[in-house]
């Protein structure tokens, strides 16, 4: 009913607030009452219904925070949406790159397993490598990519050990 209501031609700003705030109310009410508390196989109860609840409502938070950061922008300051949607990628980047510096080693798995999989056919004899003891894995070096091909193909963290010639 309130996304019908929002549809409305001629609402003012913040009746749209208004009624997307009612419908995120709405929906997080109607996804909490779908995914009740479960219990566990142990007996412990979980609170499920309760998050998936909120970060439905914090969504609508969002896009109502976004739609207030436009209509500031398009109003007050007479920009276009070419230039938010150019500020939106330059923060973009700057968080990714923030994120990069803060995690190395997940973004750089992560690149190397994109790789990996566009360049390697497949994760052949993954299934030899052991669940949790340890294992010593001897690629073959047939190119200089073994180390990327490797990360990319075990879901577990490796140490190498490389020689260094003189």
Known sequence: ????????????????????????????????????????PTGKRTHKGSVIAFANFLSFVG????????????????????????LDGSDVTCRTIYTVYLLPDPCCGCCC???AYAVSPGREGRENVPARAGALLTPNHVSMADAVLLIASIDRPIRFLMFKGS
């Open 63 to 86: 896009v109502i925070v976004a739609s207030a950061i436009y209509s500031g922008a398009t109003h007050y300051l007479h920009t276009g949406l070419g230039f938010l949607l150019h």
């Open 1 to 40: 009913m309130f996304a019908f209501a929002i549809a409305i031609h001629g609402l003012s700003f913040l009746q749209v607030l208004l009624l997307l705030g009612a419908l995120g109310f709405m929906g997080g009410f109607s996804l909490s009452r779908f995914n009740r508390p479960d219990s566990t």
């Open 113 to 115: 397993g994109l790789h």
